[in-house]
C-alpha cells in the first residue's frame, strides 16, 4: 500500500498504539532520527493518530525515478498502514510469482476474464510505462547526440581540409620530382588516419574523465550510488570507428582536390 | 580597403569557407539552445503559473503545491481568514480527485476540479459560459472530456464519484447541464478533465465537507507578494504557503541537470566556434605570409595588420552566427517536441523559451570569442619578419 504519510518527531500522545517503522537513511538525516526514537505518524498535519518507533533506518535501493522527486519514505507493516488509512484489509496493489514456463500476458489476461474489481498486468508492462521519463530523456540525448556528431564531423572536415591544404607546397615538389599523384595521395591519406587515430584516443581519455567527474558531482549531489554517465566498450568503439571514418573521408576529399591541382598551382606560380 | 581586404580574402577559398561557416553555425545553433533550455523552463512555468495572476498556493503542510491524496481541512474558514488580509484581491479553494461519467454502457473517468467559479485561477473559457458561483447544476469540460462523452455546451451529463474499485459501483451520481468548454492551464495534452463549484465536488468525491487540495490567492500588489505570503506562513502554521517564486525555485532545484547540461553544452559550442576559427585564422595567415611582408614594406601599419586579422575572424563568427540562429530555432523546435511528451507535463509549458538579454550576452560572447580567436593568428601575422619572409617567397 503506498500513500503520502506525514512524519513528526513529538511527543504528543497518540490515538492508535506505537508500530515500529523502518526511516530511509536520507530522511532520518534530515530529521535526526536514530534507531528506538519516538515518532508521530498519520495522513494530514491534522490527524498524526498513530506513534512510531524507529525500529531501522535503511539504505533504499537506488532508483532513477525518485532521485528528481526526493521522495522522503518510512517503511511499516502493511496491517499498521492500513489501520492508520483507516481501510483495514485493503491494498492498491499485489504482485503475483508465475510458476515456471507460464507467460506473463496470458496470466495477466486469464485473471482479468476471471475476476472482477482490478485489473491484472504483467510487470513488464507497467515497467515500460513507469520508464517513459527515461525514454524522453534518451531520445533528447540522442538528439543532442546527432546535432554534436554533425557539429563534430563538420569541425574534423574543415580541420583535415586545412591541414592537407598547408602540404601544398610539399605536394607540389614531390610532383616536381616524379612522385606520382597516387603516393602522395595515399601519404596524405595517411596522415589524415593517423590524426584520426591520435584525435579519437585524446577523446577517449577525455570522455572517460569527464564521465568519471560528471559521475562523482551527480552522485554527491543526489547523495546516490547511481551511475548517471557510462562510458562502455560499445560506445568507444561507435565513437572511434565514426571519427576514423569521418576523418578518413575528409582527409580523402582534401587529398583528391590537392592531387588534381596542377604542381605549379600549388607552387604558386600560375 | 583598410577593413576590406581581411573580409574579403574570406571568398578566396570558397569551400573552405563555406565548411568553416557551417561549422560555426552548428555550434552557435547549438550555443542558442542551450541558451533557450538554461531558463526556458523557469520562465514558461512562471508565466503558466501567473497565467490569471493568482501569485499564492496554501495547500497542507509537507505536500506538493496539488496533491490530490491530501486535503486541507476547515477550507471554508481558511479561505475567509485569507480573504481578510487587506493585501488580497481573491482567494478560491480547489479540491482535484477522479469523477465518472457514463456513455452508453461504459463508465469513462475524468480529472475533476472543485473550484470557486468567482476566484479560479485554472482554466480560462473557450466556447459556451463559464459556471456562476453557487451553480451546483453546471459543469465546464476541457475538449478531451467534451470528446469522450461527445457532448458540448447544453447538454446534459450524468457524473458520479466515489466508486467502489470491487463493485465498480459510484456513490453519488449527479446529472449535470454542461456549460461551457474550457482550457484547463495545468492540463497535459489530451487531458479529460471537467470542472463543478467546489461544495457540489467535495459531495461527489466523498472527500470529506469543506476539504480542499490547494488555496490559491491573488495579491492585490506584485511588490507585496513576498510580504503576504510570510504573513499567511505566520497565521497558518499548519500550511504550506508558496509563492510563484518559491514554486519556480522549486522547479529550478529538481531540474538543476537541464540547466548544468545547457551550461557545458554552451561552453562547447563557444570553446569549437573559438577553436575553428583560430585554426582557419591561423593557416590563412601563414598561406598569406608573403603578401602580409609586402603589405608592412609598402608603409601599412602592424596596427592595420591585427585589425585586418580579427576582423576577417569576427565577420566569419558574424555570419556563421546568422546562419546558427535560424538553423538554432528549427533544433530547438524539434528538441522541444522531444521534451515536451514527458508524461503528465501541462501542455502550455516549453523548455525552449527565448529571453531576450540572454540571447544578447550569448550573441556578445560568441563575437567576442570570434574576434579574440583571431588574435593569435594576428599576432602570429603582425610579427612577422619583413625582409626574411620576402626572400622566402622569392626563392
Known amino acids: 500500500m503506498l500513500l503520502a504519510l506525514l512524519l513528526l518527531p513529538t511527543g504528543d500522545p497518540a490515538q492508535l498504539p506505537a ?14 532520527l536514530r534507531v528506538g526514537d519516538s515518532i508521530r505518524i498519520g495522513p494530514s498535519p491534522d490527524s498524526l493518530r498513530m506513534a512510531g518507533i524507529v525500529a531501522a533506518v535503511y539504505e533504499p535501493r537506488p532508483d532513477p525515478s525518485g532521485i528528481m522527486r526526493r521522495d522522503k519514505q518510512i517503511r511499516m507493516h502493511l496491517p499498521d498502514l492500513a489501520t492508520l488509512l483507516g481501510h483495514p484489509d485493503r491494498v492498491d496493489r499485489f504482485g503475483v510469482s508465475l510458476r515456471a514456463g507460464i507467460a506473463p500476458e496470458s496470466a495477466a489476461a486469464r485473471l482479468n476474464r476471471a475476476a472482477f474489481g482490478y485489473r491484472a498486468r504483467p510487470s513488464a508492462e507497467i515497467a515500460a510505462e513507469s520508464s517513459q521519463t527515461f525514454l524522453v530523456v534518451s531520445r533528447f540525448h540522442r538528439a543532442i547526440g546527432v546535432i554534436t556528431i554533425v557539429a563534430g564531423a563538420v569541425f574534423l572536415l574543415c580541420i583535415m581540409l586545412l591541414k592537407v591544404e598547408e602540404r601544398r607546397l610539399d605536394a607540389a615538389v614531390m610532383r616536381f620530382v616524379g612522385v606520382r599523384r597516387r603516393t602522395i595521395f595515399a601519404a596524405l591519406l595517411l596522415e589524415a588516419a593517423l590524426i584520426a587515430v591520435a584525435g579519437s584516443a585524446f577523446g577517449v581519455v577525455l570522455a572517460w574523465i569527464a564521465g568519471a567527474a560528471t559521475n562523482a558531482y551527480y552522485q554527491r549531489l543526489f547523495d546516490t550510488r547511481l551511475v548517471f554517465s557510462l562510458v562502455t566498450p560499445g560506445i ?35 | 580597403m583598410r577593413i576590406g581586404w581581411g573580409i574579403r580574402n574570406l571568398a578566396r577559398q570558397p569551400l573552405r569557407t563555406a565548411l568553416s561557416l557551417l561549422g560555426i553555425a ?34 497542507p503542510k509537507g505536500t506538493l503545491p496539488f496533491d490530490t491524496e491530501a486535503t486541507l481541512s476547515r477550507a471554508s474558514a481558511v479561505i475567509a481568514e485569507v480573504r481578510a488580509d487587506t493585501g488580497v484581491a481573491a482567494a478560491g479553494g480547489v479540491l482535484g480527485g477522479s469523477l465518472y461519467a457514463r456513455r452508453g454502457d461504459s463508465l469513462i473517468t475524468f ?14 473559457v473557450t466556447r459556451g459560459r463559464d459556471l456562476a458561483p453557487g451553480d451546483t447544476l453546471g459543469i465546464v469540460l476541457s475538449e478531451a472530456a467534451a470528446r469522450a462523452l461527445g457532448s458540448g455546451p447544453g447538454d446534459s451529463v450524468s457524473v458520479a464519484g466515489g466508486l467502489d474499485p470491487q463493485l465498480a459501483t459510484a456513490g453519488t451520481e449527479r446529472r449535470l447541464q454542461v456549460r461551457g468548454l474550457v482550457r484547463w492551464l495545468y492540463d497535459y495534452r489530451g487531458q479529460r478533465s471537467v470542472g463543478l463549484v467546489l461544495p457540489l465536488m467535495q459531495r461527489l468525491t466523498r472527500a470529506g465537507a469543506d476539504r480542499a487540495s490547494v488555496v490559491m490567492v491573488r495579491a492585490r500588489n506584485d511588490a507585496e507578494v513576498a510580504a503576504l505570503a510570510a504573513r499567511l506562513a505566520e497565521r497558518h502554521p499548519r500550511l504550506e504557503v508558496s509563492s510563484v ?33 583560430a585554426t582557419l585564422l591561423a593557416i590563412t595567415v601563414n598561406e598569406r605570409l608573403g603578401e602580409i611582408a609586402t603589405l608592412r614594406a609598402i608603409g601599412v601599419s602592424r596596427l592595420t595588420v591585427v585589425g585586418q586579422v580579427v576582423a576577417e575572424g569576427t565577420a566569419l563568427t558574424a555570419l556563421g552566427a546568422g546562419l546558427g540562429v535560424a538553423l538554432g530555432l528549427v533544433t530547438a523546435r524539434y528538441l522541444d517536441t522531444i521534451l515536451t511528451s514527458f508524461p503528465g507535463l501541462p501542455a502550455a509549458i516549453s523548455f525552449f523559451v527565448p529571453d531576450g538579454r540572454a540571447l544578447a550576452i550569448a550573441t556578445a560572447v560568441l563575437l567576442a570569442a570570434g574576434a579574440l580567436a583571431g588574435l593569435y593568428p594576428a599576432w602570429l601575422a603582425a610579427r612577422a619578419p619583413i625582409a626574411d619572409t620576402l626572400r622566402a617567397e622569392a626563392t
Open chain 2, 26 to 59: 552548428v555550434a552557435s545553433a547549438m550555443l542558442l539552445d542551450m541558451v533557450m533550455l538554461s531558463g526556458g523552463l523557469e520562465r514558461s512555468f512562471e508565466r503558466l503559473l501567473l497565467g490569471r495572476g493568482y501569485q499564492i498556493r496554501l495547500t
Open chain 2, 111 to 124: 480529472f475533476g476540479y472543485g473550484i470557486d467559479p468567482s476566484a479560479q485561477a485554472l482554466y480560462q
Open chain 1, 236 to 270: 568507444v568503439g561507435f565513437s572511434v570507428a565514426l571519427s576514423l571514418l569521418l576523418g578518413l573521408g575528409a582527409g580523402a576529399l582534401a587529398a583528391w582536390r590537392l592531387v588534381r591541382t596542377p604542381p605549379m598551382v600549388l607552387w604558386g606560380r600560375a
Open chain 1, 19 to 32: 508500530q515500529e517503522v523502518a526511516v530511509e537513511r536520507r530522511l532520518a538525516g534530515e530529521l535526526g
Open chain 2, 245 to 277: 517564486a518559491d514554486l519556480v525555485q522549486q522547479v529550478r532545484d529538481r531540474l538543476v541537470y537541464f540547466r548544468q547540461l545547457s551550461y557545458i553544452l554552451g561552453s562547447v559550442s563557444l570553446i569549437v566556434t573559438v577553436l575553428l576559427v
